[in-house]
Structures are given as C-alpha cells and as structure tokens.
C-alpha cells in the first residue's frame, strides 16, 4: 500500500508546490483536487498545459497523482444540477491520463439541495435510486472508453449509505469503470468495537472485488470526524482486513490540517 493524502489539505495555487509540501509531510501519493491548480474544483474546460503541469509536478515530486477528485452531487434534485456536474465530470476524465492518474473520485450524492454531504430522507426513496442509477451510467458511458476508474466512496450521508447498497450498484450497472473507495470512519458515527469490526469487516468482505483505494479519517467517541490515528476507528482492524482481501492499493488520509499531516503519516506508516 502507497501512503496517500488530499492534496488540498496543502496551501497552494501551483501542483508542484502542493505535491512537494505532501511529500515533506512523508507520503508517496495525492488524492488530487484541481482547486490546488488554482482551478475550480469541477471546472468547466482544462487546457493541455494545465494537465501536464499535474503530471510533471507528480514526476519532479516523487508523488504518485492516487486519484482527482470529481465530486458534484449525483442526485441533486434539480436535473440542470446533475447535467453541469456531469458535463464537468467529463472534463476531468478526459484529462485524468494526463494527469498521470486512471481514477476519478466521486459523491453518489443526496436529495439535500444545498450540501451534498448532508443526509436528508428522500435519499432511501426510489427515485432517488432512480435518478442516481441514470446518473451512474452516463458517467460510466464517459469513463469506459478512456479506461478510467470511478471511485465511489459509501458513506452514511448519501443515497449509497454503505457496503450493501454499494454492492447492488455494482451488480447493478456491471460496469468495468466502477471502483470502491473504502473509508472506515464513513461506515458508522457511534459503535461498540465488537459491532465497528463487524461492520468494517462485513464492508471488506462485499466490496473486495472493487476496492481499489482506501481512505483513512477517524471518528471521535461522540462521532464526530478526527485525524487518523486520534480516534476510535480500528485501523489495525481495517487494514488487516483489506491486506487479508488482497487489497494493495493506496491508503489515503484527509480530514486533518497541514500541521497534523506528519503525525499522521508517522502512524499510518507504523501500520
């Protein structure tokens, strides 16, 4: 496994700058936001030159580019919503190889109009299900072609809340293009370690086949989100079980400032 970080937790306009900050701060590979090429995070057009500057900063670097995050919300309630991040979607898978990367991260979205990290109820409804299966396969329709990977994160807040329904997305699209992104702090708030091993093992043991990044953020005892490695979350647990699956892809950390970055490598490293 490649120890990873987000980009963005660097201040910084320019890839090299952001790359060389992730990897003083001890880490080999980035989770990359175009916001840290001083772009919109979903933008509308890149140019050639702004996707090789990524790929050359990842080479003078030393830091492999994990991923490039394309999150927008996939079952926004306004359709004019999902066809802009769609169409911004195709932007950045168009560019991924440049950009030195075969994976787009995605946010499989909620009803929530304003946050689409924010739960709201409709999300278990059937159109919701609907509208994110329609969604799903046009972005697959783009990703196919160009052999890229979409990495679908579960996570309790949107329409896909957890391993199983990500599992009968998979089976239900059967597309190639979709990948899981596993974050153990995104399957539970509040849990007894017995249950938060079963829940985690449970979560490796239906997505192995599709794994193909793992994320590492913590939960604090009243289920708020922390560092990596200041919480409750069992990584020692998460990680054999992923090393048990034949997982070895990267292990990337976000949620933490700057300042924590170090810290944080120093303990995912002991792992």
């Known amino acids: 496994m490649r120890l990873g970080i987000f980009a963005k937790t660097f201040a910084g306009t320019d890839p090299l700058t952001v790359l060389q900050a992730a990897r003083a701060a001890g880490y080999r590979t980035v989770q990359y936001n175009m916001a840290c090429s001083g772009l919109p ?34 079952i926004h309630p306004d359709p004019a919503v999902r066809s802009t991040g769609l169409r911004r979607l195709g932007v950045l898978i168009d560019h991924a190889a440049a950009m030195g990367t075969g994976m787009v991260t995605l946010c499989t979205g909620t009803r929530d109009a304003q946050d689409q990290w924010q739960h709201h109820p409709d999300n278990a409804s059937p159109e919701a299900w609907r509208d994110l299966l329609d969604e799903m396969s046009k972005a697959c329709a783009l990703a196919e072609p160009k052999g890229i990977k979409l990495g679908i994160e579960p996570e309790l807040a949107n329409v896909i809340d957890g391993a199983t329904k990500a599992r009968r997305l998979i089976d239900s ?20 370690l017995a249950e938060q091993r079963d829940i985690l093992s ?6 192995a086949d599709r794994i193909t990044m793992a994320h590492a953020k913590d939960r604090d005892p009243a289920g708020g989100f922390v560092a990596a490695g200041t919480g409750v979350v069992d990584f020692p647990h998460f990680l054999n079980r992923l090393r048990s699956a034949g997982f070895d892809g990267d292990l990337v950390t976000h949620g933490l400032t700057a300042e924590q970055a170090p810290g944080v490598a120093a303990f995912l490293a002991r792992l």
């Open 41 to 74: 995070a979903m933008p509308d057009a890149l140019t050639q030159d702004q996707a090789a500057a990524v790929a050359q900063a990842s080479a003078t670097s030393g830091l492999a580019i994990a991923a490039v995050s394309g999150t927008y919300n996939m």
């Open 173 to 192: 699209l059967l597309s190639p293009a979709l990948a899981i992104v596993l974050d153990p702090a995104n399957l539970f708030e509040v849990a007894p």
């Open 202 to 207: 449970h979560a490796v043991d239906l997505l």
